[in-house]
């Protein structure tokens, strides 16, 4: 009807379609004459790389925040919740441009790189690092405008993870702190007159207790860091929803396109929570066996 | 005991309980202490504070004098400069009724309502057209302003939307039933940013011809709409921690199924809800700022575009910090308010 008259194209062709335009990271090889299909399969795999590697780093955060942030030492505590205090009230989207805005107004030139020992360089450019490519360990060597050979994290990648897991480790160190509340005083008092020490009772006897009260709320929060990795598209970062959001653009089948994002997600979080439930409830079974 | 003794016996308790404390406690103080005096430096003392933007690019400090150029295109985007007075006006008003909520004697119908007038007086005062005021168009609304709208107005729409999903989700109709879970399940599963671009890009397609729905109210429905699912699911947790005493004790008084619901079910399932209704509600402010990607020139959208001036590259850390401690102040007063709350209604007064 009316998507005719404006000379909307619909139906899925446009997958097969040449997509014409680069990619900046790519986890597999992709050229710019290769399909849309293509292109969005590229994207839906940075997400899920930036999701899983969020993920791990904001739940070690939160762990490390909460546990700390119970610490007897009165300046400790306070610094960790001075954090979480700063990163919760605060939206994601500015914490990400300022992440982004450091490395572009703070770092140095490519040629002025801060080095760590001539094998790792810190720049605009990003952090260049030794890695293993092609049967031989290669370090990044300047040459021209640009570092060449090595691994690389470019600075959308940096800060898109930066913004996330700093975001969403704190949201994580508040669960993990109200977890290690919910348990009772006679648990560390029991601990304590066994002579544990202090990280041993945390380790041993506290956190595996709290993560029964710990786990529904932090699979909520992997979930979060999960949908907001699609802020992606804001610092631009070649997301899913960056690389759909192209495909928008240059062929104007939005109806598709942004059907494709809404299902490539939805999928993701079920997918996710119907995991994370039979974790938590095998988890829950044994608790019950004890 | 006097106060040098009382806090000697504090420090020693929370500072320096053991050696391996101590140690810890002076080394994390003298990182402290430099990162404040750093700080300090950078934002007061190397700090430029008047001249052009080559005289702030030669100092390495924080550039004021950028911020006071761009303060005003930050705070109130392109609105006319001429009826600058509006929005101030709708931010005061703002503020003011945020701090009346605080007062304990005030909670209740009537601030609801107040918080309902406040967003109509937001948007008559931005809006124009009526009474002798001159006509703005949404395009021009911009800053602050535009935030405090989209949060005030996503806010009375989502709570409502909310109550009504989550009755429904309850509800003995099974096609009811599935449609309220159907549509809280597939919101609550996708970013904010693909319901935003639904609204801006795919709903006018299936518009008639000759109706324009402008941006704004495009974005603000789905902001409604988001929020709405994820309020739903608070409230849901307020229904299901209600007895099922309840509902029988109001059905043998007589009461029919609506009335149970709105007059025992729901005043008492809310209630105990309060406090994640705020964080959900916090959660919707900082989430305003997604409207930028679909160029809306809400606060931080109007600082991304202060940045794109020319003679003012390079000041993006100043203007983030400026509207950092802007979004600081009212989400943490928003969460000051919910603790506040929290408090007060744990201790069931009946």
Known sequence: MSLEKQGVATGWNFLSQESGFEIGETLIEYWSDETYLKALWVGLLNTVYVALIGNVLA???????????????WMISRICR?????????????????????????????????????????????????????????????SGFDFTGGGTLTPEFLSLIMGLVFYTGAYNAEIVRAGIESIPRGQWEAAQSLGLTRIQM?????????????????ISQLLNLSKNSSLAVAIGFPDFVTIANTTLNQTGQAVEVISLIMIIYLFMSLSTSFIANLYHRSIAHKGAER | MNFGERSGLWMKKNLFSSPKESIVSIILGSIIFAAISKLLNWMLLSATWTGSAEVCRANSGFCWPFLWEKMSLILFGLYPREYLWRPILTVIAFVVLMFMSFDKKRWGL???????????????????????????????WGGLPLTLLLFTFGLLGAYPLGIFLALGRRSDLIIIKWICIGFIELIRGVPLISVLFMASVLFPLFLPEGVVFEKYWRAQIAFILFMGAYMAEVVRGGLQAISKGQTEAAKALGLSSPQTQIFIILPQALRIVIPPTVSTAIGLFKDTSLVLIIALFDLLGSTKSALKDSSWLGFSVEAYVFVGLIYYFFCSSLSRLSRKMERELSVVKR
């Open chain 1, 82 to 142: 001075f954090y979480v205090e700063i990163a919760r009230n605060i939206p994601l989207l500015l914490q990400l441009f300022f992440w982004y805005s450091l490395f572009n107004e703070l770092l140095p030139a490519v040629d002025q790189a801060y080095s760590l020992g001539d094998m790792v360089f810190l720049s605009q450019r990003g952090l260049k690092f030794p890695w293993f490519m092609a049967g031989h360990w290669e370090i990044p060597t300047l």
């Open chain 1, 59 to 73: 739940v070690l955060v939160g762990l490390f925040i909460g546990v700390f942030s119970m610490s007897p030492n």
């Open chain 2, 110 to 140: 009537n601030l609801l309502i107040n918080w309902l007038v406040l967003g109509f007086w937001t948007l008559f005062f931005l809006r124009g057209g009526m009474f002798g005021l001159h006509y703005i168009e949404s395009d021009s």
């Open chain 1, 202 to 218: 945390l380790i041993k006897v506290i956190i595996p207790q709290s993560m029964q009260v710990a786990i529904p709320p932090m």
